[in-house]
């Protein structure tokens, strides 16, 4: 007897678009990113973006691999805020806590795709009033597009019809080396940031914010993850990016030293989530049908901070009715040198 699809007659969409230098695949659920192929040198591809081997297995797996999360990404404390003096309360998925949007995030959520052409895709969502405890209709949409022959774009927008937070990014894993039975820990990374914050236990931030001079969340100058990745107690923390909030410039970088692989991000957003994976089980395959390393990706996920409907010092994450909310992220890839003679 077939077994019942986890779509439950909603069947994803997969699209791709392409350059000469990158192949992108998109699936309708989550609106995400599945595969993000590049050019070698030498004409091979290789694909540096965690994706599963079926579409059941996000449902199944989750990790909000490649996803767009929301409708607030990263955590709310206790799953509550006061908004004009009204209490919200969300659905808690963690603890106590909210995570992404809650149980049913944007990450489960079939999107209508709007447009698609070889160089850029739109996909769309209506998030209805009360969803997951979020006041007010609000919808969404999520442009990924190629520009030139080295950038994907993803332009994330929402509107709703009445005050309320919205944060919303995506959540893709690289490894640069290709290789997700690897530990992505060798990578180098950069980040503009000056200040960093520090969080309790279940990871929501403390009060305040702390310089990274002299601590394990100095990557000002571009540096081996591994390098004091004991002393950090694992890398799952907001980044206070330099520069203006709102102005797309780039504010990461990230090489595998190996292949020499790089990928450089902006973003308009103020903050970015640096999450060096570290859940991912042996049992779970890469679409390469590869075991999966618990550290096999990186998720750099820019955002605004982490809790800060709850938290008058961050930036503000609400949206009136009539206010377009507007992200955007690129990544500009580059590929290894050309192999010596
Ligand atoms: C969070 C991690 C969480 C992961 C789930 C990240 O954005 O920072 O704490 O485990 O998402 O995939």
């Not at 769309?124 to 442009?143: E, F, N, R, W």
């Not at 190996?258 to 395959?285: C, D, I, K, N, V």
Request: with cysteine; glycine share 8%; net charge negative.
């Amino acid at each position: 007897m077939p077994t019942a699809s986890p779509f439950a007659g909603h069947e994803p969409r997969i699209l791709e678009l392409h350059s000469d230098l990158i192949r992108a695949e998109f699936c309708s659920y989550g609106a995400r990113l599945t595969a993000l192929y590049l050019r070698n040198p030498d004409g091979s591809e290789t694909n540096i973006a965690l994706g599963f081997p079926q579409l059941d297995d996000y449902p199944a797996h989750d990790s909000y691999v490649g996803a767009i999360c929301g409708r607030f990404a990263n955590r709310i404390a206790q799953a509550r805020f006061e908004l004009d003096g009204t209490p919200i309360a969300l659905s808690a998925n963690e603890g106590p806590n909210q995570l992404h949007g809650g149980a049913e995030g944007f990450d489960r959520r079939h999107w209508d795709t709007l447009a698609f052409d070889y160089r850029s895709v739109t996909f769309a969502l209506t998030s209805p009033d009360g969803d997951q405890g979020y006041p007010g209709t609000m919808k969404i949409q999520v442009t990924y597009r190629i520009i030139d022959e080295d950038r994907l774009q993803c332009l994330i927008t929402a509107t709703c019809d009445r005050p309320t937070v919205v944060n919303l990014t995506n959540h893709a894993y690289w490894n640069l080396s290709g290789d997700f039975s690897r530990s992505a820990a060798d990578h180098l990374l950069q980040i503009d940031a000056d200040e960093y914050l520090p969080v309790d236990e279940q990871l929501i931030p403390l009060p305040g914010r702390s310089s990274v001079e002299d601590t394990a969340f100095d990557f000002r100058e571009e540096k081996s993850i591994s390098e004091r990745l004991d002393e950090s107690g694992g890398y799952d923390h907001n980044f206070c990016l330099d520069g203006a909030r709102g102005q797309l410039r780039p504010v990461a970088r990230l090489t595998d030293p190996e292949s020499g692989r790089s990928l450089s991000l902006s973003t308009t957003e103020a903050g970015l989530q640096f999450y060096l994976a570290r859940h991912f089980s042996p049992a779970l395959s890469s679409r390469e049908g590869r075991p999966l390393h618990p550290a096999a990706g990186i998720a750099l996920e820019p955002q605004t901070y982490p809790d800060s409907p709850n938290r008058p010092d961050f930036p503000s994450a609400r949206l009136e009715p009539g206010e377009v909310y507007e992200h955007l992220i690129e990544w500009k890839f580059a590929p290894g040198p050309e192999p010596t003679l």
